[in-house]
């Protein structure tokens, strides 16, 4: 039977191999360690649990919530913009809250896309962005840059090539999947761009808060004029250890986050009240709780590089974000992220993302997520270490399981 049209768009889902794979790793017995899936391990703070449970207790809440965010939640992400950005936003025009960031692109790209509309996307990127605008019509011209002097002759390049011109581009600085941060030079210099030709930036802003050198990631609202064109997504999943509870937040340009509202209201009627209000106290708390995971994040970056690099992996540290960006090792990359990927599943029960499930200019990396502690990091490490000096005398019989089946 013929697939439906939105579904024959939508490339076979890579990182469901890799879940195949490792779903019978275990079923045999192995001890896989997952470093796949950026799903946090932390549990979410207790105060924030605590507040759930006690407005969970009144059935008033448990009616049908707000499908924009209870007026108390939005004011929170407000203020949080103001402390942490000096950013300056409506709480009742120019935010609202979503089922997570990832909900947030998605419903954007069905507000504002038309047949055709063409988008600029960065290849590597998380693939909402790309296949968010794909299932609304959309068409996405894709743009190998990093944020540096490059990113502006790409984007020149990418209006004089496009038909129509591009409606907007998308952003996600620190990149997941490559930990890249970006400036507010490079904002700057990027949203003078946008301006001159009517361009639409989105911009996805989930890891702000987990960062490593000091310097905490400027968001593109900090350049003045930006909310004329700009809208920024954020998540609390990451940040307050909430992936679970999904919210999260669109915020900007007035007119797009109307859009968004009205395309929300047609399709959710928001959050689980109470998780709003938890969302809200957890807003406007003293930070503690951020400090800490930023901290456990820290501790573990290090001791992923050090452990992995002496075991024969050299992996640049990441300034930000939970994940680490890694090149294969030379001798496998000829293999592909995806073959690399269930190799380490099969001869060291290690499980990473390969890096063709974020565009095809990333399959010469696999990303590692750092949702294990620092005592099952160490043991990916001593299996990789294993691994590498098995397929080195033996490179012959290094092969995925999956190629004999």
Known sequence: MEEFHKVRRLPPYVFEQVNRLKASARARGADIIDMGMGNPD???????????????????????SSSRGIPGLRRAQANYYARRFGVKLNADTQVVATLGSKEGFANMAQAITAPGDVVLCPNPTYPIHAFGFIMSGGVIRSMRVEPDDSFIPALERGIRHSIPKPLALILNYPSNPTALVASLDFYKDVVA??????????????YSEIYFDGNPPPSVLEVPGAIDIAVEFTSMSKTFSMPGWRMGFAVGNERLISALTRVKSYLDYGAFTPI?????????????????????????RDVMVDAFGRAGWSIPAPAASMFA??????????????????????????????????????????????????????QAARNIKRFLSTSAKQPNNVVPLSAHR
Not at 193 to 206: R, Y
């Open 42 to 64: 932390l549990p979410t703070p207790k105060a924030i649990v605590d507040k759930l449970c006690e407005v969970v207790r009144d059935p008033r809440t448990h009616r049908y």
């Open 193 to 206: 761009f946008a301006k001159k030709n009517d361009i639409i930036i989105l911009s996805d802003l989930a």
């Open 276 to 300: 709003q209000v938890a969302a809200t106290s957890a807003l406007n708390g003293d930070g503690t709780d951020i400090a800490e995971v930023r901290e456990v994040y820290h501790k573990r």
């Open 325 to 378: 960006w890694a090149p294969i090792p030379e001798q496998f990359r000829q293999l592909g992220s995806l073959e690399f990927s269930k190799l380490l599943i099969e001869h060291a029960d290690v499980a990473v993302a390969p890096g063709v499930g974020f565009g095809e200019h990333g399959d010469d990396y696999v990303r590692i997520a750092l949702v294990e502690n620092e005592h099952r990091i160490r």
